[in-house]
Structure formats: C-alpha cells, structure tokens
Nanobody
Framework: VQLQASGGGLVQAGGFLRLSCAAS????????MGWFRQAPGKEREFVAA????????RYADSVKGRFTISKDGAKNTVYLQMNSLKPEDTAVYYC????????????????????WGQGTQVTVSS
C-alpha cells in the first residue's frame, strides 16, 4: 500500500494550495482518508477526513470554512483544497488511511490510521 502526498509549497498569507494524496496497492472503498499536520515543536493534529464510500467529511475547527477535502475515485486520489491560508497553517501535511467509519473519535486520532504518506511541507509567510 502506498500513499503519495504532494502539492505543498511556500505561499503568502491569504493564498491557497491544493494537496493531493494518490493511493495505490489496494481497494480503499471501506477506508476513511484523512489529512493530518505537524508543525515544528508541536504534536500531530487532525485536519480533515473523508469517507471513501459515503463521501461524508469531517474537519478540525481550525480549518472549517477554509479547507475542503474531496476525492476522485477514478484516480484513487484525495485532495485537500486549502484557501485563506494563515501562517499558523505552516506544517508538514500527511495523508493517511484507516479502515472503518468516519463518525466517532477514531477519525481524529492518528494512531487509528494504518497507512501513512510521506508528508508534504506547507509554509505560509506573513
């Protein structure tokens, strides 16, 4: 199983980026795909998730209204559209996959995810 994250970069505050997570190696129809981020000196935190089967989404309060998670089944790819970026969004962003439903606390905790991508750096300058 491989999750390949891409799309990070340097952007000014107020700008936008779109991250991609290409999944391969198995069928992900029963999985939840999530995005997490980790800033220097901070713990990893949940950003957003989407159920591959239902399309239901969840977001951290800090990104609600600014970030949108989506999927393309034909390409086996999950996207994270990030708008109105702030300096505090600066972090390494990781995509991950876990088996099961999207409701409940397990979606927001990284330890419940089985597969992880390599991370992509997002830097937002003020």
């Amino acid at each position: 199983v491989q999750l390949q994250a891409s799309g990070g970069g340097l952007v000014q505050a107020g700008g936008f980026l779109r991250l991609s997570c290409a999944a391969s190696g198995r069928t992900f129809s029963r999985y939840v795909m999530g995005w997490f981020r980790q800033a220097p000196g901070k713990e990893r935190e949940f950003v957003a998730a989407i159920s591959w089967s239902s399309g239901i989404t969840r977001y951290a309060d800090s990104v609600k209204g600014r970030f949108t998670i989506s999927k393309d089944g034909a390409k086996n790819t999950v996207y994270l559209q990030m708008n109105s970026l702030k300096p505090e969004d600066t972090a390494v962003y990781y995509c991950a996959a876990k088996l099961g439903g999207i409701q409940g606390l397990t979606t927001t905790y990284g330890r419940y995810y089985t597969y992880w991508g390599q991370g992509t750096q997002v830097t937002v300058s003020s």
